[in-house]
């Protein structure tokens, strides 16, 4: 499997959308202390369906994550069978798919962080602090 950056950002480094969802990747691993995995963690198949789009596998030395990012998903998330999950603000959330250059627009995409639900005060954890870093953060199509 190739890595975020060569599926949703090498193909087109000239591209405006790119060199935003270039920056917003490099704030997410950032903010998380994330590393990109390419296996599957074993809990993958129990992520809705509807949910599976722009796909990404991440690990933070103890537990892994799912990274997904579809277009209009239906939120609130109903429950999920021993996983929980987080909605990335959109300052952060890497894809950020249907951009454009008008300060007033928003993604299309919005980033879904999904791990098992033992690890659910770490993602809360990790949720206040990307809310409170997003505050401070440029808009997320701002290139540089």
């Known amino acids: 499997m190739p890595s975020y950056e060569d599926c949703y950002v090498n193909h087109a480094p000239e591209l405006l959308e790119t060199q935003a969802r270039l920056r917003r990747l490099k704030l997410f691993k950032s903010s998380t202390g994330f590393k990109e995995v390419r296996a599957t963690p074993n809990f993958f198949g129990r992520v809705p369906r509807e949910y599976r789009d722009h796909v990404s596998f991440w690990f933070d030395g103890d537990e892994y994550y799912v990274l997904s990012e579809p277009y209009n998903p239906t939120l609130p998330i109903k429950a999920l069978d021993r996983l929980v999950v987080t909605i990335l603000p959109v300052e952060i959330a890497p894809y950020g798919g249907g951009w454009s250059p008008s300060p007033a627009s928003k ?32 808009l997320w199509n701002k290139v540089s």
Do not use: I, S, V, W
């Open 107 to 138: 993604p299309g995409t919005r980033g879904l962080l999904f791990c098992l639900a033992r690890n659910k005060t770490r993602l809360g954890e990790l949720e206040r602090k990307l809310d409170n870093e997003a505050q401070h953060l440029p």
